[in-house]
């Protein structure tokens, strides 16, 4: 390297510390001194071929490129969940973290999803799962929304059991079309679809005026009125009165 004459015993001493020898940079370009000091004067002296990193805009010697894409704090950020990929930050999130904190817990599709109504969670396996589970749940939900078939009233339950319990109690003792039973004969309205409020009591009082077993026995001539528990023997006047009025 530098031509200099040595002992053949004393050459690999001299290798070692000869200021000819070749001098390199991490960029991979090389320079052969021909002098003392000429190879610290070209790495001095020396600059690497630089490149713009495309996330950031910086730029860097081409050999610290690839490293530098690999922790840029600008290279897009990949959901491990969802697959999802953020190609930059925003305003609102200032750090890669922060953008995807927010992301799993607002956006992602694979975040966990509850019920309004019963609060039970559900984390899907694959994507999709959340709109699937959702539908599925809603038709069983035992805290979804209750209706009464006949008048139509709604009832939203707020506990685990409530809802058989309020369509018991309404249909038994509030629902405005809930059949109605006479209480001197105990004859019901089985089989009579009501469609309107107050229709239970119009068809209370026909009833006990026109068909009930243990309605007054009025003659229509003599007014003559029997009153009676026992409906046989209402019957029985009606059968056998003899009417003061005949001729």
């Not at 390199?24 to 690497?48: D, T, V």
């Not at 805290?143 to 058989?164: N, W, Y």
Request: aromatic share 6%; hydrophobic share 30%; charged share 30%.
């Amino acid at each position: 390297y530098c031509e200099d004459l040595f002992p053949v015993d004393a050459l690999s001493e001299h290798l070692s510390e000869c200021e000819c020898l070749p001098v390199s940079c991490e960029c991979g370009e090389w320079f052969q001194p021909r002098a003392a000091g000429e190879g610290e004067l070209w790495l001095a002296e020396h600059r690497c071929q630089e490149g713009a990193c495309a996330m950031c805009g910086q730029e860097f010697p081409s050999h610290q490129l690839k490293k530098h894409r690999d922790e840029c704090p600008c290279r897009p950020i990949d959901c491990d969940k969802c697959g999802e990929v953020f190609a930059k930050m925003t305003k609102k999130h200032k750090t890669r973290d922060a953008l995807l904190q927010w992301h799993q817990s607002e956006e992602c599709a694979m975040r966990a999803v509850a019920c309004s109504a019963c609060l039970l969670e559900f984390v899907p396996k694959a994507l999709g799962g959340r709109d699937v589970w959702l539908e599925e749940h809603g038709g069983v939900c035992e805290c979804r929304r209750v209706e009464c078939g006949a008048c139509g009233a709604g009832f939203q339950p707020k506990k685990v059991g409530q809802r058989d319990a309020w369509l018991v109690e309404h249909q038994s003792n509030k629902c405005p079309l809930r059949e109605i039973s006479c209480p001197k004969c105990g004859m019901g309205s089985l089989g009579v679809a009501f469609k309107r409020a107050g229709e239970r009591e119009e068809w209370l009082g026909a009833h006990q005026r026109d068909e009930c077993a243990y309605r007054p026995a009025v003659c229509s001539r003599c007014k003559e009125e029997l009153v009676s528990k026992d409906g046989e023997a209402l019957d029985y006047w009606r059968r056998t009165h003899r009417c003061l009025m005949t001729d």
